[in-house]
């Protein structure tokens, strides 16, 4: 309970806010040693704290306002883009970085050049693909390696590597979430299971499905056999439904073996094997077993995610 409402709070992101407004404080506070002054500054604080609670509030109807990727992040991402250029991107910067500390530290000038060049392109390139974020990158840092690169001193290139390594996780801590939320994450509430059937999109589908699994097990609870098969029956059109809507998205036969395969089938079987043989006891176990397998780890994967991200970019 405790882990869950941690997270609860992490997803509304408060402690952004509250942090932001202290910096605003602190520097309102430094700027004079007045007391006239300070409490001057203090009210402009408090005011500035007014502004900041009302856009939390009002961030209740229009969560936008407080999430602010840059428009031309957009770009980089499919489907405006054909692939994921930006995350390509961090994932050069990420070997560059790893090579100079490698080589570096194996004194090899030769290959520590050749990365640094990799380096320094990609990491300029990051102000070019997205100007509003120029400002986050540390060119001095960058440039400090860059000497100590040219001039072969191997100790100050890996202290000077590390350095530029700490200054990403600034960025990443304030949009590497969101980005990968709002660009590499489905949105399912369109996705419809029978193309072309609005009524079949998942929303709906997901409350018909859960109520059909219900279905079977207030049967069986009550000695309703017959109305427990007839719902046994309905799941398994409902689950060949589900499972076909997968290839939407997944070219491949693997994704759909991960949640379906194995253990999940044998769960499945074994709640038909159940009701026919009226075996409460199996039923219950063999029915919580496939919830886990099926329901739950899709859900782990695919809802999570989805609601989150139409909960922050409606
Ligand atoms: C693709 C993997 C996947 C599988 C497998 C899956 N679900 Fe879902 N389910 C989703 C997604 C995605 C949503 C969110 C849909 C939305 O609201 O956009 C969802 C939503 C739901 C909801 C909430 C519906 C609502 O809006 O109130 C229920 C209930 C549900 N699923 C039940 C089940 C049950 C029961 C099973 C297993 C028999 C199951 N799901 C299997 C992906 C899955
Ligand atoms: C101006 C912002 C910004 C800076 C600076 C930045 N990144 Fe990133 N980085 C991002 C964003 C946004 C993502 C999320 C991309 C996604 O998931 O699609 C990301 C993701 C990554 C990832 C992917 C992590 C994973 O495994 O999913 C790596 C690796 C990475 N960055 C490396 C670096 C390195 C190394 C640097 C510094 C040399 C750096 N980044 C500097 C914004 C930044
Ligand atoms: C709307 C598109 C969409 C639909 C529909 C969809 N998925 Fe996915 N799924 C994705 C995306 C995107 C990823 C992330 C892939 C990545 O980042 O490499 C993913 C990842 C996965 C993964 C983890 C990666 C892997 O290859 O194991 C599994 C498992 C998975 N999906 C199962 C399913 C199953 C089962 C269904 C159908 C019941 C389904 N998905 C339906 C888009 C979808």
């Not at 100050?156 to 590497?176: E, L, P, T």
């Not at 999109?201 to 059909?212: C, G, I, N, V, W």
Request: hydrophobic content about 35%; glycine content about 4%; charged content about 35%.
């Amino acid at each position: 309970m405790k882990r869950m409402q941690n997270v609860h709070r992490q997803g509304c992101k408060p402690g952004v806010f509250v942090q932001r407004n202290t910096e605003i404080e602190k520097k309102a506070g430094k700027s004079s040693r007045k007391s006239f002054l300070r409490r001057t500054d203090r009210f402009i604080a408090f005011v500035f704290s007014l502004v900041f609670l009302q856009t939390v509030w009002s961030a209740g109807e229009d969560p936008e306002s407080r999430i602010d990727l840059p428009e031309s992040l957009a770009q980089w991402y499919k489907p405006v883009n054909q692939r994921q250029v930006w995350l390509h991107t961090m994932f050069s910067l990420r070997r560059a970085l790893q090579a100079i500390d490698e080589y570096a530290a194996a004194e090899d000038g030769e290959h520590v050049r050749k990365w640094a060049r990799i380096l320094d392109e990609k990491y300029r390139k990051l102000g070019e693909m997205v100007p509003e974020w120029e400002d986050r990158l540390d060119m001095k840092r960058l440039e400090a390696l860059l000497k100590a690169v040219s001039t072969d001193e191997f100790a100050r290139i890996r202290k000077d590597a590390k350095a530029v390594g700490k200054q990403c996780v600034s960025c990443h801590q304030d949009y590497q979430a969101l980005a990968a939320l709002k660009f590499r994450t489905p949105d399912f509430s369109e996705i419809e299971l029978i193309e072309g059937m609005p009524d079949s999109r998942y929303p709906d589908f997901m409350k018909r499905l859960s109520r059909t699994v219900n279905r079977i097990r207030i049967a069986a609870e009550d000695d309703r056999w017959k109305a427990a098969g007839e719902a046994g029956y309905r799941l398994e059109d409902e689950l060949g439904l589900l499972s076909h809507s997968c290839i939407q998205c997944h070219k491949e036969r693997d994704p759909y073996e991960r949640i379906f395969g194995g253990k999940t089938r044998k769960a499945f079987t074994d709640l038909q094997r159940a009701i026919a043989r009226e075996d409460l006891k199996k039923l219950r176990m063999s029915l919580g077993e496939a919830a886990v397998l099926a329901c739950a780890r899709c859900h782990s994967l695919h809802k999570l995610n989805s609601d989150l991200k139409r909960r922050l970019f409606p």
